[in-house]
């Protein structure tokens, strides 16, 4: 009865084991940086806005002036 419950014990650690190690390799979580250089943007580019958006924006942030 101990060996039984020992066994099932050690199925239920090993199989919760697997599950998290699983978790880390999401399609999502691959080729991601795992090494950050500090004071560096090391994300996408983003596109180039637009006249008409810089100019909406130069708008908004001159109404905020006091």
Do not use: H, W
């Not at 699983?22 to 090494?35: A, H, T």
């Not at 008409?52 to 908004?60: A, D």
Request: charged share 25%; with cysteine.
């Amino acid at each position: 009865m101990v060996r039984s419950r020992a066994r099932s014990l050690l199925g239920l650690t090993t199989a919760i084991v697997v599950m998290l190690a699983v978790q880390g390799c999401r399609e999502d979580e691959q080729g991601r940086p795992l090494l950050y250089q500090k004071g560096t943007y090391q994300g996408q580019t983003e596109p180039p806005l637009s006249e008409q958006k810089v100019e909406q924006l130069r708008s908004r942030a001159d109404n905020q002036k006091f």
